[in-house]
T-cell receptor
Framework: EPEVTQTPSHQVTQMGQEVILRCVPI?????FYWYRQILGQKVEFLVS????????KSEIFDDQFSVERPDGSNFTLKIRSTKLEDSAMYFC???????????????FGDGTRLSIL | DAKTTQPNSMESNEEEPVHLPCNHS???????IHWYRQLPSQGPEYVIH???SNVNNRMASLAIAEDRKSSTLILHRATLRDAAVYYC????????FGQGTRLTINP
């Protein structure tokens, strides 16, 4: 069964450094998402992406964050200047919905654990 | 954001059925009801979704109340691998996760 893959599985970065988290969504999917989960807390929506532009973003997704689909397969999340509070699991997801509707399931990767020192 | 209410935790025995309830009294007429689960150290995993009619798939069944203000996820024969946090979600475009129900399965 096709799956969403994320790399690296664990990223350790010094505070203030830039970090790029990578995701390969399922190949025929058109919607892409990033979520994060701080240890012991809820999974939180960050951003959705469709047709090479952001569809929706949360308050967490401020100017420090950006997303990109640099080629036909990868979907990346960049954090420009990391802070201690950015430490979390970051999950990528994709769905095959043609429109921004919630009647298609989202398929998640197993996440990247980001640790900011 | 769309709100759902689920019990914090539930416990069941292996090979017995499990009924996980969810209240979603603010649901709109076009919102689908989705269930996801998160096993330890993994990303959320889609379980099932429906709009009005009850739904079955290889993982579970979803029973939706006639007024759509509540639903129940049914695991017909729980296994140890079903131990996870189960999330009931409705809304548009993004998934809004609550605290979910932590399901423990006893051998």
């Amino acid at each position: 069964e096709p799956e969403v893959t994320q790399t690296p599985s664990h990223q350790v970065t010094q505070m203030g450094q830039e970090v790029i988290l990578r995701c390969v969504p399922i190949s025929n999917h058109l919607y892409f998402y990033w979520y994060r989960q701080i240890l012991g807390q809820k999974v939180e929506f960050l951003v959705s992406f469709y047709n090479n532009e952001i569809s929706e973003k949360s308050e967490i997704f401020d100017d420090q964050f950006s997303v990109e689909r640099p080629d036909g397969s990868n979907f990346t999340l960049k954090i420009r200047s990391t802070k201690l509070e950015d430490s979390a699991m970051y999950f990528c997801a994709s769905s095959e919905a043609l429109r921004a509707s919630l009647n298609q399931p989202q398929h998640f990767g197993d996440g990247t654990r980001l640790s900011i020192l | 954001d769309a709100k759902t209410t689920q019990p914090n935790s539930m416990e069941s025995n292996e090979e017995e059925p499990v009924h996980l309830p969810c209240n979603h009294s603010t649901i709109s007429g076009t919102d689908y009801i989705h269930w996801y689960r998160q096993l330890p150290s993994q990303g959320p995993e889609y379980v099932i979704h429906g709009l009005t009619s009850n739904v079955n798939n290889r993982m579970a069944s979803l029973a939706i109340a006639e007024d759509r203000k509540s639903s129940t996820l049914i695991l017909h024969r729980a296994t140890l691998r079903d131990a996870a946090v189960y999330y009931c979600i409705h809304g548009a475009q993004k998934l809004v996760f609550g605290q979910g129900t932590r399901l423990t399965i006893n051998p």
